[in-house]
């Protein structure tokens, strides 16, 4: 399933695209209806219709493993590893306490996408068709920040320009990287490191181009693996990928048993926690990447969009992923009812909807890499909440006063101290003690994110009141105008030469009859 995933392509016109860069640039670039759901859909035909049969397999399998590891399912074997009484429970409570905040922003997102592809396409109290927000599984929506800019004209950071324009590689987007994490007296990353990864997809073969760490457990070799793009994106997934090598460095005297994290989501969380000060305005004018900032209320505000368009948007789909694969992993989900159990989750908790119909001749959730690589995904989840924990710990220890939106740890030894010890525990202790180490607090809260975020929160309910929105998507039958037919440019200039070569010996012919 991982080999077709990554080897997947979709074809038009005889030129075919690859989901790492052209469908990742057509999901997020295009404003094109049509041409968004033909990569949409062309990408769940040709990776996640054909998985169907193998997952089965894989479900049966995965059982078979649970059960002799003594536990019910494999849904239950992963949630064993946070050791709490009701993973499920847990992560539902926080994701409650911030649901209002998602849905201030569906309403908003709505509206503006509305603006744009009319009632056609978007009805104001109905979901959202899921092909339209900038990103291939509609996980995270900052690719449309240009539809959803609250103040155009102010200032709103755009790093990709700015790094295209100075001339930065991947090998520079990495030791810009490696430069915070070495401000903060964290691990700089070994040669082995500079030596081995893979920074750039290579042209000379084929590769799975998800993004990944590893760690070769001798205690120096530590590698990533990433097909850089000169973006934004990938300027933050190189702080994510650096944070689980920090992780490794960090816990590598321990024995071999430790040599985790000592809660997955502290794992995914490292390396954002850091992004978070690099991302800043501030932060980003200091090292040079952007030429001017400005610092009034409206900008603010332009950033903490562009921010939640990216952490927000997430939560629902780091929730579902998982709460699909639990139930069929325990049976409450039928083998057979696996697509319309996907949509279903979908709609309840992201609020979108497919552009065309579905039916169990498709697998969509098979369409996301994790799906098919046995990747467990709550992890995510749980690192978008601890990540502003950490974020707020570890600003305080710097001495930063303020927003928290505000806040740049850029150099602060306090701040790297505090991290370090932590992640030198790897996992020795129970997640708690590790937390409480880093926070004072020895529980998930979902505070320092909703702090973190409360001046766009206001400006949401505000602009959502203005325009007398429908909060949430009532409208659940509602379905969008199928799509036009669309033809990829290679497609296009194929008929033409088509129709040319047709009237070419349409000519010919009719000159010999004349004749
Ligand atoms: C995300 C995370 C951070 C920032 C932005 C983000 N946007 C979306 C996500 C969630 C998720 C995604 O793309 O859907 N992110 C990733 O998958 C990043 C890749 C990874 O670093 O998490 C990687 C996934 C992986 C796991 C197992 C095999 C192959 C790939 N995880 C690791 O490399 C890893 C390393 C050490 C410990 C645990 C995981
Ligand atoms: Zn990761």
Not at 108 to 137: E, F, T
Not at 471 to 483: H, L, S
Request: charged residues 25%; glycine residues 6%; aromatic residues 14%.
């Amino acid at each position: 399933m991982t080999t077709r995933y990554s080897t997947g392509e979709v074809c038009a016109g005889g030129e075919c695209s690859s989901l790492d860069p052209d469908l990742y640039r057509i999901m997020a670039e295009s404003r094109d209806y049509a041409e968004l759901y033909w990569a949409w859909d062309g990408w769940r035909d040709a990776v996640g219709k054909p998985a169907r049969d193998d997952y089965k397999e894989y479900v049966r399998g995965k059982n078979k493993a649970a059960v002799a590891n003594d536990q019910p399912d494999s849904g239950a074997y992963w949630r064993s590893v946070y050791e709490v009484d009701d993973l499920k429970a847990d992560v539902l409570k926080l994701y409650n306490e911030l649901k209002p905040f998602y849905q201030q922003l569906h309403a908003y997102v709505r509206r503006k996408l509305y603006n744009v592809y009319g009632s056609k396409y978007i009805n104001l109290d109905g979901p959202i068709p899921a092909h339209l927000l900038g990103n291939m599984w509609a996980q995270k929506w900052r690719e449309i920040f240009d539809i959803c800019e609250p103040f155009p004209g102010k200032l709103s950071v755009d790093i990709t320009p700015s790094l295209k324009e100075k001339g930065y590689d991947a090998l520079r987007m990495f030791e810009t990287a490696d430069e915070f994490f070495t401000s903060l007296g964290l691990y700089p990353m070994p040669p082995e490191f500079w030596n081995h990864s893979m920074i750039v997809k290579p042209d000379d073969r084929e590769v799975v181009c998800h993004a990944s760490a590893f760690d070769f457990y001798n205690q120096k070799d530590f590698r990533i693996k990433q097909c850089t793009d000169i973006t934004q994106t990938d300027f933050r997934t190189i702080h994510h990928e650096m944070g689980h090598i920090q992780y490794y460095l960090q816990y590598k005297h321990l024995p071999v048993v430790y040599r985790r994290g000592a809660n997955n989501g502290f794992h995914e969380a490292v390396g954002d926690v850091l992004a978070l000060s690099v991302t800043t305005p501030k932060h980003l004018h200091a090292i040079g990447i952007l030429d001017e900032i400005s610092d009034d209320p409206e900008s603010d505000i332009n950033y903490l969009m562009r921010v939640a368009l990216d952490k927000i948007a997430f939560l629902p789909f780091g929730l579902l992923m998982d709460i699909w694969r639990w139930g069929i992993f325990d049976g409450t989900t039928p083998i057979t009812k696996m697509n319309e159990e996907w949509w279903k989750l979908r709609l309840e908790y992201q609020g979108l909807i497919p552009p065309t119909k579905r039916s169990e001749s498709d697998f969509d959730a098979a369409a996301k890499y994790h799906i098919v690589s046995d990747v467990p995904y709550v992890r995510y989840f749980i690192a978008r909440i601890f990540q502003f924990q950490f974020h707020e710990a570890l600003c305080n220890a710097s001495g930063h006063t303020g927003p928290l939106h505000k806040c740049d740890i850029y150099q602060s030894q306090e701040a790297g101290k505090l991290l370090g010890d932590m992640l030198k525990l790897g996992a020795s202790v129970p997640w708690p003690v590790a937390l409480e180490k880093i926070t004072g607090q020895r529980q998930m809260s979902a505070l320092s994110l909703v702090k973190y975020f409360e001046p766009l929160m206001e400006y949401l309910e505000k602009e959502n009141g203005r325009n007398n929105e429908t909060i949430g998507w009532p409208n659940k039958e509602w379905m969008p105008e199928a799509p036009p037919a669309w033809k990829s440019s290679s497609t296009r200039t194929s008929m033409a030469t088509t129709t040319l070569i047709q009237m070419y010996l349409i000519t010919i012919l009719l000159t010999y009859c004349v004749m």
